[in-house]
Nanobody, 124 residues
C-alpha cells in the first residue's frame, strides 16, 4: 500500500524559506516519480515539481527558487523553497505515480497516490 505523508509547512515572511518533506512508504524511488502539487481556492491545481530516477520537473513559476531532492535512505522527498512570495501560498500535496516526471507537462495531470497536504502561507 502506498502512503505519503507531508510535513514542514507553516507561515513564513516574503523572501523567506521553507523545506517540505514527503515521507513515502510502499514505493521504490527506482520505479516511482514523486512530486508536489499546490492548490489555492479558486485556482487550478498546479504541478510544482517532480523527481524520478530518470528526470526532474519544475513549473516555470518556481524555477530557480525551489529545489527537489530524494533521499533513498529514509524514503523521503524534500522540496526546498527559497525566496518565497505571497503567491506561493497554498496547500501543498505530495503525489506519487509509477514512471517518470514527463506527465507533469500535461494539463490537469493527476497521479494515482496523494498525501493529505500541508499549508504554506507566505505573508508579512
Amino acid at each position: 500500500e502506498v502512503r505519503l505523508a507531508e510535513s514542514g509547512g507553516g507561515l513564513v515572511q516574503p523572501g523567506g524559506s521553507l523545506r517540505l518533506a514527503c515521507s513515502a512508504s510502499g514505493v521504490t524511488f527506482d520505479d516511482y516519480a514523486i512530486g508536489w502539487f499546490r492548490q489555492t481556492p479558486g485556482k487550478e491545481r498546479e504541478g510544482v515539481s517532480c523527481i524520478s530516477s530518470r528526470d526532474a520537473y519544475y513549473a516555470d513559476s518556481v524555477k530557480g527558487r525551489f529545489t527537489i531532492s530524494s533521499h533513498d535512505a529514509d524514503n523521503t522527498v524534500y522540496l526546498r523553497m527559497d525566496d518565497l512570495k505571497p503567491e506561493d501560498t497554498a496547500v501543498y500535496y505530495c503525489a506519487a505515480e509509477r514512471g517518470t516526471c514527463r506527465p507533469y507537462y500535461r494539463h490537469n495531470y493527476a497521479p494515482a497516490y496523494w498525501g493529505q497536504g500541508t499549508q504554506v502561507t507566505v505573508s508579512a
